[in-house]
């Protein structure tokens, strides 16, 4: 475990030392080419060029913001006092840091920092009070003090940098993917070029990812156990379970709501409260498909390497652990926002106009039935 540790603290060193080579490669190439090739300009200057291209856009990941998914709203203490005292309650009880401020989106995550919690409402709508506890629980168990919670963040932080810049579009990729596969404009075959070189600097970048998922899987797989266990202990083993399946339909339902807005915004039939969509579309789900979803998920095995263990092995250690729970609260989680539809309906149209763009204009929402 601390070797692996240890090996994650060499990979930004590796990842300088790359951008070294072709930077540097490039100022020797120029200073010292001339008394080994001669004064040809293509071999010389071209050379030089290639080098410095590829070495700046190795740099394109620490520059490149992500893309984004919807604004985040930072929330007030005053909407919703009894989400943030919930909060600093689960923080005391298990001595982690709570976090000093609490944002809002339209998505169905619920992530944080060490400063900053991120919660989906549209999550928040669909889930009970006891089951959002249990989450938020999860990610404060991930910064409980005097525990490994810091330098496993640090290993994540690392072995996710590395992943995004090779498995994932940054901002930059997304706006040249769109413009050199758009059939309105010349401007994309021009900016082929630079898509090459995105791409092949996520292949210079790919043994950087494999090495940080290679040594961080252990050591991610055994804190995100620990984070488990500070949901298990909350709420107790059955409904973490429960939680797991509900997530599962969330999941499956939230696709189904963005399918379908594609074609909402053409006929100008966009909801004006997707939470409260994503809520209903949740409760349409059959039983028999939901037992569906849970097979599915319960067959899956944990792949070698993986940040995250299978679904199948963290229930198994939820049951093993037997807990009994100490929070139990079957209300809608909405009931801890002062006026949820507000806020809501806020996240709606701000996750609109960066998902959709304009043209786009408020009268044309239809409310959530």
């Not at 709203?73 to 005053?78: G, M, Q």
């Not at 910064?143 to 963040?153: E, I, L, Q, S």
């Not at 037992?291 to 599915?296: I, M, N």
């Amino acid at each position: 475990m601390l070797l692996a540790a240890m090996a994650i603290c060499l990979l930004p060193a590796l990842y300088a030392v790359l951008v070294t080579l072709f930077l540097g490669g490039a100022v020797f190439w120029f200073l010292y080419a001339p008394s080994i090739v001669g004064s040809g300009p293509v071999l010389l200057y071209g050379l030089v060029v290639v080098l410095l291209v590829i070495g700046l856009a190795l740099l394109k990941p620490l520059a490149a913001p992500r893309p984004a998914k919807g604004k985040t709203k930072l929330l007030a203490r005053d909407k919703a006092p009894l989400l943030f005292e919930l909060i600093d309650k689960l923080a005391a009880v298990m001595n982690a840091e709570a976090p000093k401020q609490i944002t809002i989106d339209g998505n169905t995550s619920l992530h944080g920092s060490k400063s900053t919690l991120l919660i989906g409402l549209p999550l928040a709508a669909s889930c009970t009070v006891d089951q959002l506890a249990g989450m938020i629980a999860h990610e404060c168990g991930r910064r409980v003090k005097g525990t490994a919670a810091g330098p496993a963040g640090f290993a994540r932080g690392i072995s996710h940098f590395f992943f995004r810049a090779v498995k994932q579009r940054d901002a930059w990729d997304e706006s040249i993917y769109a413009a050199t596969t758009s059939r309105r404009t010349a401007l994309g075959k021009l900016l082929w070029p630079l898509r090459i070189l995105f791409s092949l600097v996520k292949i210079l970048l790919w043994p950087l990812m494999y090495m940080g998922q290679l040594f961080s899987g252990l050591l991610l797989q055994k804190t995100e156990f620990d984070a488990d266990l500070c949901q298990i202990r909350l709420i107790g083993s059955k409904p973490f379970e429960a939680t797991f399946r509900t997530l599962r339909v969330i999941d499956f339902a939230w696709k189904q709501v963005q399918a379908d807005l594609v074609f909402q915004h053409k006929e100008n039939q966009l909801p004006d409260n997707l939470p409260r969509q994503l809520e209903s579309a949740v409760a349409q789900i059959p039983d028999e498909f939901r037992a569906g979803l849970a097979v599915e998920a319960d067959t899956a095995e944990t792949a070698d390497f993986a940040l995250i263990p299978a679904e199948k092995d963290r229930l198994a250690a939820a049951t093993a652990a037997a807990a009994p729970g100490i929070y139990a609260c079957s209300l809608p989680a909405t009931i801890l926002f002062d006026d949820f539809d507000s806020l809501a309906k806020d996240v709606t149209w701000d996750y609109y106009l960066v998902e959709l763009g304009p043209p786009l204009e408020r009268r044309f929402l239809h409310p959530v039935v």
